[in-house]
Structures are given as structure tokens and as C-alpha cells.
């Protein structure tokens, strides 16, 4: 398994801020990605953080909105920019440690966006 | 691409009664289903998993069937808990992402 982090826990933000979300891994891992749960709803897939190079992102979500980085094999950040009310969601982190294994996820983040 | 869909979407059960779920996928390339646990305010934890070459699998109260022929696997809890209330997901892997069912919300009575 693998124990993740993320930061910050919760937040409230103003609209038209940006949000800064770390997910931290307990160990190296192959994959990490992102998520975004709208409230009462399931998982969707934001886009998958590629180390050393640009993320791949999924239909619907773009780099300008959402930008990531992730430097290293341990560490991801997901930034949710220009936000209004309509991003309020839970922003999960995923990884896997061997491409198409297990998929463990992090605590989440919760945003509310004013 | 890949659907699931996932049924029911909440489910009721009194303490020590079985409780089912079930889940269809569409595309037969997938090969791996996972289900996850989800309590409020954390995020989804793998509590079963089973891949394609596999017909049951088993891990105390909790069971997993695949049928690939009819593109359809369920969870199965034994023995409800009150702890067991959550919200339930299921999820096939398909080119190397996974596609989440809609979730089932699950109630045990005491």
C-alpha cells in the first residue's frame, strides 16, 4: 500500500482565487493522479501527472484551469485557478506504485469556493 | 470509451443481513475491478479487488464475483456491521485508467 497526504485538508476561497493542492507519497511511485469528486457524485479523472513532463489531461479539463506539476516520484501539485462557486468539490489524489495495479487514494481535499 | 454503471444507488439493511451490489461494464478489454469504501470526510479505500482470470475472490465477510461474459461483478458483504455504512464504488481499469461507477450508499441498522 501507500500512505498519502494532502494539503490543505479544507479550505474556503474567494472566487476568482487560486487553490494550491500537495499530494505527498510515502514512497516512489509510478503514477499519480487527480481527481475531482462533486459533491454527492462519483470520481472523475482531472488528468494524470507525468514526472518531468507536462500532465495528460482528460476531455472536459485543461492545463490553464488546473495546472500540475510533479517534480518527483513522491510529490504532485494540483492548482485550481480563476475559481468560482462551480469548483467547490473534493480534489483527491491518486497513485499507483506498478501501472495498472492498485490505485490507493488520499485523504482529499475539500473546497468551497464563495 | 468505457462505461459503468452501478446499482443501487443507496441500499438499507438491519444489522447481520447480507448486502449486494452490482456493477456492469461495457467495454470486455477491461481487466481489472476494484471496489472502494467511502466514509465521510475521507477519501475511497480499496477494501476487494479481482482481475479478469478470476471468477470469486473472497477476504473474511467481504466477496467479489466477475462474470466476463455477461460484463457484470458485484460485491458482497456478509454479516453487516453498522461500520459497514458508507458509500460503496465500484471501478474497472480500462487503458490504464479507471472508470468509477455512480457509487451506492449503504445504511446498517443496529
Known amino acids: 500500500s501507500a500512505v498519502i497526504s494532502q494539503k490543505p485538508s479544507r479550505d474556503i476561497c474567494q472566487r476568482g482565487t487560486s487553490l494550491t493542492i500537495q499530494c505527498q507519497v510515502d514512497?516512489?511511485?509510478?503514477?499519480m493522479f487527480w481527481y475531482r469528486q462533486q459533491p454527492g457524485q462519483s470520481l472523475t479523472l482531472i488528468a494524470t501527472a507525468n514526472q518531468g513532463s507536462e500532465a495528460t489531461y482528460e476531455s472536459g479539463f485543461v492545463i490553464d484551469k488546473f495546472p500540475i506539476s510533479r517534480p518527483n516520484l513522491t510529490f504532485s501539485t494540483l492548482t485550481v485557478s480563476n475559481m468560482s462557486p462551480e469548483d467547490s468539490s473534493i480534489y483527491l489524489c491518486?497513485?499507483?506504485?506498478?501501472?495498472?495495479?492498485?490505485?490507493?487514494f488520499g485523504p482529499g481535499t475539500r473546497l468551497l469556493v464563495l | 470509451g468505457e462505461n459503468v454503471e452501478q446499482h443501487p444507488s443507496t441500499l438499507s439493511v438491519q444489522e447481520g443481513d447480507s448486502a449486494v451490489i452490482k456493477c456492469t461494464y461495457s467495454d470486455s478489454a477491461s481487466n481489472y475491478f476494484p471496489w472502494y469504501k467511502q466514509e465521510l470526510g475521507k477519501g475511497p479505500q480499496l477494501i476487494i479487488d479481482?482481475?479478469?482470470?478470476?471468477g470469486e475472490k473472497k477476504d473474511q465477510r467481504i466477496a467479489v464475483t466477475l462474470n466476463k461474459t455477461a460484463k457484470h461483478f458485484s460485491l458482497h458483504i456478509t454479516e453487516t456491521q453498522p461500520e459497514d455504512s458508507a458509500v460503496y464504488f465500484c471501478a474497472a481499469l480500462n487503458t490504464d485508467k479507471l472508470i468509477f461507477g455512480t457509487g451506492t450508499r449503504l445504511q446498517v441498522f443496529p
Open positions: 491518486s497513485v499507483e506504485k506498478v501501472v495498472g495495479e492498485t490505485q490507493y
Open positions: 514512497s516512489q511511485v509510478t503514477m
Open positions: 479481482i482481475r479478469s482470470n478470476v
